[in-house]
């Protein structure tokens, strides 16, 4: 376990997002401390778009990555070396990728507001099962969840109905819990994958404890 801030701010997931095998944060980050933690092979630092806020333009996991339609051909080529794998952007008008996408290796979870070709591209890409929902009430379910293969750590004013869903979908234990001392859109604040997990310098202990017991550290 790692927690940390990025240039004085603890949304580690609004900077950099991570996947079983690799990690995507911006250039002013020191990735290096963050993939050792994740036990991950490799790393993108860089931007998307230009924009720094890169976990919430990037989502992937281990068969692809789905990326906003703002990102740079160079970005994109960047971003296919150092994974070794498919980079996809979706259509144009689709930004915040992270923000909208929440995946593991078999399955994602998308906003309602994705159109059938965007949610055909994310389970192309993914190669994952994709349904759509929301998280808490709100739409942003990259940004109000966290998924690995362990587990899913949800907004703590998720419904019974969206906590089953969720369930459902991914096929591991979900729970609700806060990040950065009561922040409810936990994927703000989280980075993780089987292998561990960074967390936002504000998170506290009990905060921390349900994150291990939920993604399956304990």
């Known amino acids: 376990m790692l927690r940390t801030e990025f240039n004085g701010s603890p949304f580690v997931g609004v900077f950099a997002s991570a996947t079983e095998s690799h990690l995507f944060a911006a250039s002013e980050v020191d990735a290096e401390p963050l993939a050792d933690e994740l036990g991950v092979d490799g790393f993108y630092s860089g931007t998307v778009g230009g924009s720094s806020v890169v976990g919430s333009l990037v989502e992937g996991n281990s068969s692809g990555v789905v990326v906003s339609a703002s990102a740079r051909d160079g970005e994109v080529e ?3 070396e150092a994974t070794d794998g498919r980079v996809v952007r979706l259509d144009e008008r689709t930004n915040a990728v992270g923000n909208l996408v929440l995946a593991n290796d078999e399955a994602a979870f998308v906003s309602p507001g994705l159109d059938g070709d965007a949610r055909d591209t994310v389970a192309e890409t993914l190669d994952a099962e994709v349904r759509a929902g929301t998280v808490g009430g709100v739409e942003v379910v990259g ?15 998720s419904s019974d109905d969206e ?3 969720l369930e459902e979908v991914f096929g591991v234990n979900v729970d609700v819990g806060t990040v950065n001392y009561g922040t409810p859109l936990v994927g703000s ?12 310098a504000e998170t506290t202990g009990p905060e921390l404890g349900r994150i291990e017991e939920t993604l399956g550290f304990v």
């Open 143 to 157: 940004s109000a969840a966290v998924a690995t293969n362990n587990g899913v750590l949800a907004h703590p004013r």
């Open 189 to 200: 604040g989280l980075l993780a994958n089987t292998q561990g997990y960074v967390a936002g």
């Open 163 to 165: 906590l089953g869903a």
């Open 78 to 80: 960047r971003m296919e």
